[in-house]
């Protein structure tokens, strides 16, 4: 048990600094190619933030333990809204100027009723799996439209001023890119492997663990680039990696997982965890729009809110499992 507890830290640590190798590797990579800042502040950025949940997800999937994949997903999506937002917001109030996060947030919503729609039968199959995954084809190649446009947007000031804090040669660019992928999945097996263990040790279900543990761990990356962020004053940025980290966890992540390894989902997760993460989904659509030509914003006290939400939301998984 012992050994299985500092696998999962271990493996945290590994997981955090190698994601943020990744993503810093693959925006210099990108940069150095030529790639238009908004593509790489909606699909590079994205995807990297999002690198922890698909490795352990896919990990997790193919060593028959799918329910905490579907956990990490979900539960990465509460602990980005309600924790990360929520305490960056707590710091510093988040003001949204770019459109194109105004465009995200509603399609955010309709990829949360997807995920509600497939989950009504009690189960995720293989062809579910698929059509997620083909769901996600279609956002990216949206997502690389939107980010092949040369109009202004706040959220190109903000990805271009990150790229210009931090100049990276392209051979310690690709070095970092290969580095960081590699010791993805190598701490990814460590942490799926610990989390297994404590699960299988202490009569917990892989889907709580995933929902707790697995995802506030997996979603430290966004919470690291997104309190950075907002330290420079980047607020698009930071309410950006959120949304792109949502869109690729409840259709990427989940995706993989379910055609790795197809599960029965509980009822509990359709009436509590995606419940919870809609709800979330809309109350940050509803600040995070603004209404009548105002910016959207999200202030220190709905901050103060979403943080309570997953304390609330964390204390009750924790009282089922004592209980």
Request: aromatic share 6%; with cysteine.
């Amino acid at each position: 048990m012992l050994m299985a507890f500092g696998a999962i830290i271990v493996g945290l640590i590994l997981l955090v600094w190698s994601a943020d190798r990744f993503v810093e590797g693959a925006a210099a990579t990108a940069r150095h190619a030529g790639m238009p800042p908004l593509l790489i502040g909606m699909v590079i950025i994205g995807f990297g933030t999002s690198a922890p949940e698909m490795v352990v997800s896919a990990m997790a999937a193919m060593d028959g333990n799918p329910s905490l994949a579907l956990g990490n997903a979900y539960g990465s999506n509460i602990a980005n809204i309600a924790l990360v937002i929520g305490l960056v917001a707590l710091i510093s109030p988040i003001q949204v100027h770019s459109q194109v996060l105004r465009k995200e947030l509603p399609l955010l919503f309709g990829l949360c009723l997807i995920a509600g729609w497939q989950l009504l039968d009690g189960e995720l199959t293989r062809l579910d799996g698929w059509v997620l995954l083909g769901v996600f084809a279609v956002v990216m190649g949206w997502s690389i439209v939107q980010g092949m446009k040369k109009g202004p947007d706040a959220l190109i000031v903000n990805v271009d001023t990150e790229l210009a804090d931090a100049p990276m040669p392209l051979g310690k660019a690709l070095l970092w890119l290969l580095v960081g992928l590699i010791l993805l999945v190598v701490s990814s097996r460590i942490l799926v492997w610990g989390a297994v263990t404590v699960a299988q040790s202490l009569g917990v279900s892989d889907l709580v663990i995933g929902l707790t543990i697995v995802a506030v761990g997996t979603s430290l990356p966004e919470l690291a680039s997104s309190l950075a962020a907002i330290k420079k004053g980047e607020h698009d940025l930071a309410l950006g990696n959120v949304l792109g980290s949502g869109i690729f966890n409840t259709l990427a992540v989940v995706g993989i997982a379910a055609t790795i390894a197809p599960l029965s989902v509980e009822p509990d997760v359709l009436h509590r965890d995606w419940l919870l993460m809609t709800a979330l989904t809309v109350a940050l659509f509803i600040m995070g729009f603004g209404l009548k030509g105002r910016l959207g914003r999200v202030n220190r006290l709905e901050g103060a809110g979403l943080l309570t939400v997953f304390v609330l939301y964390t204390g009750y998984l924790a009282s089922t499992v004592l209980g």
